[in-house]
């Protein structure tokens, strides 16, 4: 009972965090009880194991629901907009590049969404012009990367399959660092370096066709460490500063 106690305070968090701190309390005492009278009625683990079956997918839809409640306002406003921009974005290659599949419409939404998306989700509630400022710039260099690497490449061989690793990198450091801007300017540190070694790694390795050449591989490569160490810098000058408010995760 004590696990299954555990596993379901560990569940909570799924829920927001207002709605969790007034009632997270009574909703652990309540399936406490629960707990306490399928052990004492089946004299087992098989009660439990129901009662599991019958509370998870509960709790998983009802914290989807209220989270879904939280998009009103200014915030589904946003998305709405993100959206529509996506749309309006896509019509070019509609009206101008026939060759277009419905693969490529579907990876190009995607990205641009995505990315439109995440820079209003990470940055709206950013009080620092400067921490707005670093996540546009690495959003733009990421969207880049990747575009750049599904159309034409950077070494046109099977390196640029490695170069999928530095927005990974980016990501996993935000996360490490819950958004905030000193630990945001290490992550961006570490693309532009992730950025750098993938290139030299292709270029000591012989992995470039012979008609790219060195110089363009680096001056490309170049470029992308730029933005990354741009947008560090910049998150390094809004940790400076005031901390954006809400930069860090709802919980």
Request: overall charge positive; proline content about 4%; hydrophobic content about 55%.
């Amino acid at each position: 009972m004590a696990t299954s106690e555990r596993a379901y305070r560990s569940l909570l968090r799924a829920y927001p965090r207002g709605l969790r701190d007034e009632y997270g309390g009574e909703m652990v005492r309540c399936f406490r009880d629960l707990c306490r009278e399928e052990l004492e009625d089946d004299g087992g683990g098989l009660g439990l194991a129901a009662l599991w079956a019958r509370t998870l997918p509960e709790l998983l839809y009802t914290a989807l629901k209220e989270r879904s409640t939280m998009l009103t306002g200014n915030a589904y406003r946003s998305v709405v907009a993100v959206a529509l921009a996506t749309a309006f974005v896509l019509l070019i290659p509609l009206l101008t590049a026939p060759a277009w599949n419905l693969a490529d419409f579907v990876f190009a939404g995607a990205l641009i969404f995505g990315t439109g998306l995440t820079y209003v989700l990470v940055a709206r509630k950013a009080g620092n012009i400067a921490y707005r400022a670093a996540v546009g710039v690495a959003l733009a260099a990421a969207f880049l990367l990747v575009w750049v690497n599904a159309a034409v490449g950077i070494t046109d061989s099977d390196a640029d399959l490695m170069f999928l690793w530095v927005p990974a990198v980016g990501i996993i450091g935000a996360i490490i660092a819950r958004f905030q801007p000193r630990g945001m300017a290490r992550a961006m540190f570490a693309m532009a370096l992730a950025q750098a070694l993938v290139a030299v790694i292709a270029l000591i390795a012989g992995i470039v066709p012979a008609y790219n050449s060195a110089f363009e591989v680096l001056g490309i490569t170049g470029f992308y460490v730029a933005l990354f160490v741009g947008s560090a810098l910049l998150f390094r000058h809004a940790a400076r500063g005031r901390t954006p408010a809400g930069a860090g995760p709802e919980g």
